[in-house]
């Protein structure tokens, strides 16, 4: 079975600076996905960043890249230039080819944007 | 494209009560994934379901259970509540025969056992 530790549950940043945060799994798998949710305060996830195993090069979408370290199991999402609009829950999540859809989530970080 | 919805929004019960959560995927998809969320945590997997049956199972009783129906949609059961079954229950639509299968979530239903 997969598991997914996200470390930090709360974390702020300034507006306009730059955050990261961090997912480390546990898995026997070689080839799977992983992903970044965001959860605002409306609570509908919705799909940040995903990354293949597969593939060495890191994913990036806009102003979110992340830092996927296959050998060490980690995954972690760089904000930057923060918004106010991305103050939310942020959850890491793994999923398994061939299992169909089942996602396995980490139980989250709050993320805090100030102004 | 009204994306996943689920109803109702919100839901009281008293414990040993029985409820219905309902859930319409993205236009287009044909799998529906059913989640809790506890507060302060991530979701979990309950169940999934494809072509009117069961799929896969995550680590839930079988108080737990779900159907789909032709046109997709699906329902999500739960008897004999617990206090502890009070959560955010979530509903993820996907297509399945894709290679890469993004799931959408809908709004959740925010049920409440007292």
């Known amino acids: 079975a997969q598991t997914v530790t996200q470390s930090q549950p709360e974390m702020s940043v300034q507006e306009a600076e730059t955050v990261t945060l961090s997912c480390t799994y546990d898995?026997?798998?070689?080839?799977?996905?992983l992903f970044w949710y965001k959860q605002p305060p409306s609570r509908q996830m919705i799909l940040v960043i995903r990354?293949?195993?597969?593939?060495?090069q890191n994913a990036t979408e806009n102003r979110f890249s992340v830092n996927f370290q296959k050998a060490a199991k980690s995954f972690s999402l760089k904000i930057s230039d923060s918004q106010l609009g991305d103050t939310a829950m942020y959850f890491c999540?793994?999923?398994?080819?061939?299992?169909?859809?089942?996602?396995?989530f980490g139980g989250g970080t709050r993320l805090m944007v100030k102004p | 494209d009204a994306g996943v919805t689920q109803s109702p929004t919100h839901l009281i019960k008293t414990r040993g009560q029985q409820v219905t959560l309902r859930c319409s995927p993205k236009?287009?998809?044909?799998?529906v994934s059913w989640y809790q969320q506890a507060l302060g945590q991530g979701p979990q997997f309950i169940f999934q379901y494809y072509e009117e049956e069961e799929r896969q199972r995550g680590n839930f009783p079988d108080r737990f259970s779900g159907h789909q129906f032709p046109n997709y949609s699906s329902e999500l059961n739960v008897n004999a509540l617990l206090l502890g079954d009070s959560a955010l229950y979530l509903c993820?639509?996907?297509?399945?025969?894709?290679?890469?299968?993004?799931?959408?979530f809908g709004p959740g239903t925010r049920l409440t056992v007292l």
């Open positions: 999540a793994f999923m398994k080819p061939g299992a169909g859809n089942m996602l396995t």
């Open positions: 898995t026997s798998e070689s080839n799977y996905y």
């Open positions: 236009s287009g998809h044909d799998t």
């Open positions: 990354q293949e195993a597969y593939k060495q």
């Open positions: 993820a639509s996907s297509f399945l025969q894709r290679s890469y299968n993004e799931q959408f």
